[in-house]
């Protein structure tokens, strides 16, 4: 699939920075075009207290979610002068629940950039990468704050244990991988019977060198995972999201929860 046009969710956060960063890089790649979208919710006080709110309080809370805008918009302005795409960037602001707004959004798009989850961003723009990987059907590269090697490594590491999910990530980072060229296929514990070498001839054929490592189940699969990224440092790991449901995932401490909440490379997820 060509990577030609891509959404890149923008809040003004230093994680969003790195995201826009990452996904302009990736635009001079492939010569593709970035929409950048401010998401953000109506204040939730005002929403669902408006009547028992005085107007003077009223007036205050609206301005200041107006200055919270005005502030991400410039900042944006800032970042848009230093990237060079010129009208191959463009900013969009919508209004609604965030991570739905997003989701809904990124199913007319190659795929959506973010950054990582902060809980430090207002509450009025913060978004969740993993339940936007859930929803909107999108593959969905996360960017962890302060991340700034651009998008070209050479080297990518994909994450497989045979199942659907592992297979939709694979697709949905192809071009990428091709673009690569060289992945180490990383597996951890039980995975699927089908051999992994149909696997391996199935990058070769698509011009990408690959390389198989794996480690036994007694590994506990996030830690080594994360270990071996930061020995190896590749430009991307992908990875299939929530084999399990999400709730499992969230309430016991999944493996997509914790490389999210640790990785210092950005992650493709893909349900």
């Given amino acids: 699939m060509p990577v030609m ?10 994680g969003s920075v790195a995201a826009l960063r990452y996904a302009a890089a990736l635009a001079k790649r492939f010569d593709a075009h970035v929409t950048a979208m401010l998401a953000h919710t109506t204040h939730e006080v005002i929403d669902s207290r408006s009547r028992w709110i005085p107007r003077e309080a009223r007036a205050l809370l609206e301005a200041a979610s107006t200055g919270l805008l005005q502030d ?21 602001g919508v209004t609604g629940r965030v991570d739905a707004v997003l989701s809904e959004a990124a199913r007319h798009y190659d795929m959506l950039v973010v950054g990582n989850h902060s809980d430090t961003d207002d509450e009025h723009v913060t978004l969740h990468p993993d339940r936007i990987a859930l929803l909107s059907g999108r593959p969905v590269i996360v960017v962890p704050r302060g991340y700034d090697a651009g998008a070209d490594h050479g080297h990518a590491a994909l994450v497989w244990d045979g199942g659907r999910a592992a297979a939709r990530a694979l697709s949905d980072s192809l071009r990428l991988l091709e673009d690569d060229g060289q992945v180490s296929v990383l597996t951890v514990g039980p995975r699927r019977d089908w051999p992994v070498e149909d696997l391996l ?12 490592e794996d480690w036994p189940s007694t590994h506990p699969v996030a830690e080594t995972l994360l270990t071996w990224c930061g020995k190896h440092d590749p430009s991307l790991l992908v990875l299939g999201a ?30």
């Fill in 242 to 271: 929530y084999e399990h449901s999400k709730f499992r995932e969230d309430f016991l401490g999944g493996v997509t929860s914790e490389i999210l909440s640790h990785t210092t490379i950005p992650v493709l997820l893909s349900h």
């Fill in 72 to 92: 991400i918009e410039a900042r944006f302005e800032t970042e848009r002068a230093a990237l060079g795409l010129a009208n191959a960037l463009q900013l969009k």
């Fill in 5 to 14: 046009n891509l959404l890149v969710a923008f809040n003004g956060s230093d």
């Fill in 201 to 212: 001839r199935h990058l070769e054929r698509h011009g990408v060198s690959a390389v198989h």
